[in-house]
């Protein structure tokens, strides 16, 4: 530890810059440069070009991916098409924030960090993966069932308790609509609230994910002084993309990663190896490559005799196999895990992901583990490919945290310039990130430093050697 950490904290900021700067050595010159060089940085990535068939095959099934995402949020065909060719000039995915509304300070300061980057390289379109797998409530009154207006946390949907514990937002258990109410249930329980409400759609949704990305997409067409069109996947969006995959019987996710089941147990096997040693942690087994989604929540599967099964007394399965996996997935009775929807969006096709505090670590280490499994089927043309990525993971999630940010203000600021956006794009990288509290206050961080100070991890680590930094 190179400095002592505060209270609350488990290791300080400054050891959390070493920590990354001795990963990622890329970043050291950028912590005194101005933000908009970062940002610049994390968006400047070559056209897509590749060799490998399997790479070439995930790339055309992905850019499908994204033209269905796009006419389902609204945009025409032609459209839609110029997103997925400029997903090929320009492979970058924001995957940083969860499914939360453009205003959620953990969203919004991440979505001004990537407008600056695709402003200096003329981008037309912003494509982002938020999870939404996750609960309403990550923390007391945060997550995407609240926001704090005012001064005051509002119930973004007006959900009794009932409904949001242990829910998820991609649940189909409708219906769902904004509401912003408080404590008392008194709906647009204040005067911003009231503002914001008016902007947003009146619909009701099945899923509150849904709600929020037709919330984001209404607030970034109508408050955002950007050319720049948003387009958001979310879990369903991802989870008929790997059904695409599957309904190739030739494509590697059908005939190797699923196939007799050998390569995704290789994959497994490797991730409890992680979790054995100093990488414990942050590539956690919390299901086998899929989550069973049903009545609203969402519940871990176990790889068993051939089948993937949730815990009892559940007798759900889905026998491993790619025709019955593609069926489930497109009936929304089960989603991809996480490692999984890094897989199809991002290492199989070459995408650079944008990410936050975890994801700067477990992203390369998921990476590693693909490798495990590639080595399994043999396709060692992919694994080139894979030791070639530049910079195949980013941090550029959390990277803009003003100390008294106050989104709602500075989106209605935004209708009359861009001045707030452009004076953040000067802000040097080690103040524009703040106290980094979202690393400090989480124990695995400090575990990280101790282990790099030790030398039990490094930039040469075995299972660092696929992070490209």
């Known amino acids: 530890m190179t400095a002592t950490a505060k209270a609350g904290e488990h290791c300080s900021a400054a050891d959390v810059r070493c920590a990354l700067s001795s990963l990622m050595p890329h970043l050291t010159p950028y912590w005194k440069r101005p933000l908009r060089d970062y940002a610049s940085r994390a968006y400047d990535v070559e056209r897509f070009h590749s060799e490998c068939s399997v790479r070439r095959h995930a790339m055309e099934v992905l850019r499908g991916c994204i033209e269905r995402a796009a006419r389902r949020s609204g945009y025409d065909l032609e459209e839609a098409r110029s997103a997925s060719f400029e997903l090929m000039a320009s492979p970058v995915l924001q995957t940083g924030p969860h499914c939360l509304l ?52 509002l119930n973004v949907f007006g959900l009794p308790r009932s409904r949001m514990d242990s829910f998820s937002i991609c649940g189909l258990n409708g219906p769902f609509r904004f509401a912003f109410s408080n404590a008392k249930g008194d709906t647009a329980a204040n005067a911003s609230a009231a503002r914001l409400l008016a902007k947003l759609p009146s619909d009701e949704f099945a899923s509150a994910a849904d709600a ?16 720049i069109k948003l387009l958001q996947l979310d879990d369903f969006d991802i989870a008929d993309l790997v059904a695409d995959h599957l309904d190739d019987a030739e494509s590697w996710m059908s005939a190797c990663f699923i196939g007799d089941g050998k390569v995704a147990e290789s994959i497994l096997n490797a991730m409890d190896s992680l979790n054995s040693g100093p990488w414990q942690g942050w590539v956690r087994r919390t299901t086998d490559l899929f989550w069973r989604s049903g009545q609203g929540r969402i519940v871990p599967l176990r790889l068993q005799d051939n089948a993937l099964r949730a815990p009892a007394p559940s007798s759900f399965e889905v026998k491993f196999r790619p025709d019955v996996i593609a069926a489930a997935l497109r ?12 897989l199809v969006t991002s290492i ?47 941090w550029g999630h959390r990277v803009l945290k003003p100390l008294s940010g106050y989104p709602f203000r500075e989106l209605e600021l935004f209708g009359g310039a861009a001045a707030p956006l452009a ?32 030398g039990s991890i490094t930039s040469g680590s075995a299972e660092w050697q696929w992070s490209g930094s």
């Open 348 to 394: 199989l096709p070459g995408v650079r992901a944008l990410g936050g505090c975890r994801q700067t670590i477990y992203y390369p280490l998921m990476r590693y583990l693909t490798a495990v499994g590639l080595e399994q089927s043999g396709n060692f043309d992919l694994l080139t490919e894979l030791r070639g990525d530049n910079r195949p993971g980013l």
């Open 102 to 153: 453009l205003i959620e300070p953990d969203a919004f300061y991440t979505h001004l960090f990537s407008l600056m980057g695709l402003t200096v390289h003329s981008r037309e379109w912003y494509i982002t993966y938020h999870a939404s797998t996750v609960s309403f409530s990550e923390k007391a009154k945060k997550g995407p069932g609240w926001l704090w207006l005012q001064d005051e946390p």
């Open 423 to 454: 004076e953040y794009a000067t802000i040097p990288l080690a103040q524009s990130s703040g106290d980094l509290a979202s690393f400090t206050r989480d124990p695995i961080w400090a575990n990280l430093s101790e282990h790099i100070a030790s």
């Open 331 to 342: 009936q929304r009775a089960i989603v991809p895990s996480l490692y999984t929807v890094f």
């Open 212 to 227: 929020i990305r037709a919330g984001n997409q209404t607030l970034w067409r109508g408050t955002l002084p950007s050319p």
